[in-house]
C-alpha cells in the first residue's frame, strides 16, 4: 500500500461514524449571529452559559461540529484529548486561561475532561473578531468579568493524524502553551492592509497564519484578499471554514466543475450564488465546486480560511 494509499485510510478510520446527510453548504451572516447571540442571552442555564449546535457530521469522538456559545460568567475548565478548538469571537470579551494543569480532571469518556481549575498556564484577553486555535489535550477555560459576556463560533477539529511534515514556508509561532495561536482582530487588518499591496495578476494575495504539517494539508489556516473573481476550487477531502474579514462579495456554491484538473477548474455550471460580507462565517463541504466572486471597481473580500479534514470516499 502506497504512503497516500496509507493516509486515505487512515483518515478515512478516524473519522469513521459521521452521519450519512452531512452538513451542506452553510452561510451564518453577521446579522443572524447577531439575532442567535441576543435569543441565547436570555436562555442562558445553571452554568451561566448557552449554546447551539450550527452544523454537526456525527462524528462519535464529538469532532466536526461548529456550535456557537454565549458565556456570562466562567466557564468551567475542560481539556479534550483528541479535539482542535478553532474558536472565532463574535462579540463580548473574556480572558482565555490556556494550558498549565487541569485540577480534579473528571470524564474522560473520548478523551473529554472538565476539572475544578487550572494551575498555571498563561492568559489572554480576547475580544470580537479573534480567532484562535487551542491545541488538542491543552487545558482551557474562558474567564468573563461581572457584568460582562463573551459569545464564540466554536469549530472542533479532529486533533492532526501522525506522519505530516510542517512545510518550509510555514510562519514561526511563538505562542505559549506550543500549539496555542491568537490572531488578534487589530493585526488580521493590519494583515489584510498588507496584502493589498501585494496584489498578483489574479487579484489576490495570501498569506499562510499557521500550518500544522497535517499530511492530507488539512490544519492550515489562511488569510486570502480579493479584488477580483477567484478561481473556481473543489476540494475532496477537506472542508472550508471561513470567517470574512472585510469587503464583501458573493460565492457561488455547487453545480458542477469544469475541465477540472486538480483542485481547479475554469468554470462551474450551475450552482447557487450567495451574498458574503464581512462577519459572515461559511462552511463549505468537501467535495463542492466554489468560487468568490468580488464587485468590479474597486471591491474586495478578506477572509481567513480553516482547512478541516473531510471524511473521504477512497477507503480501499
Excluded at 102 to 126: A, C, F, K, M, S
Amino acid at each position: 500500500m502506497t504512503v497516500s494509499r496509507r493516509i486515505i485510510v487512515a483518515v478515512a478510520v478516524l473519522l469513521q461514524g459521521m452521519q450519512a446527510d452531512a452538513p451542506g453548504f452553510e452561510r451564518w451572516s453577521g446579522d443572524d449571529l447577531q439575532r442567535r447571540r441576543d435569543a441565547l442571552s436570555v436562555a442562558v442555564g445553571a452554568d451561566r452559559s448557552a449554546r447551539e449546535t450550527l452544523a454537526d457530521y456525527g462524528h462519535a469522538s464529538g469532532a466536526h461540529r461548529v456550535r456557537f456559545i454565549h458565556r456570562d460568567a466562567d466557564g468551567v475548565p475542560e481539556q479534550h484529548a483528541h479535539i482542535d478548538d478553532v474558536v472565532y469571537i463574535h462579540s463580548g470579551a473574556a480572558t482565555l486561561q490556556v494550558g498549565g494543569t487541569l485540577i480534579d480532571p473528571t470524564g474522560g469518556n473520548n478523551g473529554e475532561y472538565t476539572g475544578t481549575g487550572i494551575t498555571g498556564g498563561v492568559r489572554q484577553l480576547v475580544g470580537p473578531g479573534d480567532i484562535l486555535r487551542i491545541p488538542a489535550d491543552t487545558p482551557h477555560r474562558y474567564l468573563v468579568p461581572d457584568g460582562a459576556d463573551v459569545t464564540y463560533v466554536l469549530v472542533r477539529m479532529p486533533a492532526l493524524l501522525p506522519g505530516g511534515t510542517i512545510p518550509d514556508d510555514a510562519p514561526v509561532l511563538a505562542f505559549d502553551p506550543a500549539g496555542f495561536v491568537r490572531w488578534g482582530a487589530t493585526e488580521l487588518q493590519r494583515r489584510d492592509a498588507a496584502l493589498a499591496d501585494r496584489m498578483g495578476p489574479d487579484r489576490d494575495a495570501r498569506e499562510t497564519l499557521a500550518d500544522f504539517g497535517s499530511p492530507t494539508r488539512s490544519h492550515r489556516f489562511r488569510l486570502i484578499r480579493r479584488d477580483g473573481n477567484g478561481r473556481p476550487e473543489i476540494h475532496d477531502d477537506i472542508i472550508d471554514v471561513v470567517f470574512v474579514q472585510s469587503g464583501a462579495g458573493e460565492v457561488l456554491v455547487g453545480g458542477e466543475m469544469l475541465d477540472r484538473d486538480g483542485s481547479f477548474g475554469s468554470g462551474i455550471a450551475g450552482g447557487t450564488r450567495h451574498p458574503v460580507a464581512a462577519g459572515d462565517v461559511l462552511h463549505i463541504p468537501a467535495g463542492i465546486p466554489h468560487g468568490y466572486l468580488v464587485s468590479e471597481g474597486g471591491g474586495h473580500l478578506t477572509y481567513v480560511l480553516v482547512r478541516v479534514p473531510a471524511v473521504l470516499a477512497e477507503t480501499r
